[in-house]
């Protein structure tokens, strides 16, 4: 396959070798967790924000680092925001924020 780095060739040969072994092995489990992604993944709501240009920056940037497209990085945090699953990583993109966040207080 092209395009896959050493470490996806060595995971691609081990699944097709067949070393590979299922995490899940119930079907039950098997079911539940497809009801998960099925869940997690189902989009059927429209929601429109302004954002700042800035922070729309900042977030195509952390997209680019997490190597997805930043709308679905969005849809990630607040997703993780309501369910209570949100937790902060520092970034170096943080020291920006934090301008920000001190003009934003001074003024």
């Known amino acids: 396959m092209k395009g896959l780095d050493k470490y996806e ?16 092995t ?8 497809r009801e998960y992604a099925r869940a997690t993944l189902t989009k059927n709501r429209r929601v429109n924000i302004r954002v ?4 729309v920056s900042d977030i195509q940037a952390r997209a680019v680092e997490e190597g997805m ?3 679905t990085l ?3 945090v607040l997703h993780k925001f ?9 970034s170096s993109l943080t020291s920006r924020s934090r301008r920000t966040a001190r003009k934003r207080a001074a003024a």
């Open 26 to 33: 119930s079907e039950a489990s098997l079911r539940r967790y």
């Open 74 to 76: 969005m849809a990630s």
């Open 52 to 55: 700042s240009t800035q922070d």
């Open 9 to 24: 060739k060595q995971v691609l040969s081990a699944y097709e070798s067949g070393k590979l072994k299922p995490a899940v």
């Open 82 to 90: 309501a369910t209570g699953r949100l937790v902060e990583k520092r």
């Open 69 to 71: 497209p930043y709308q």
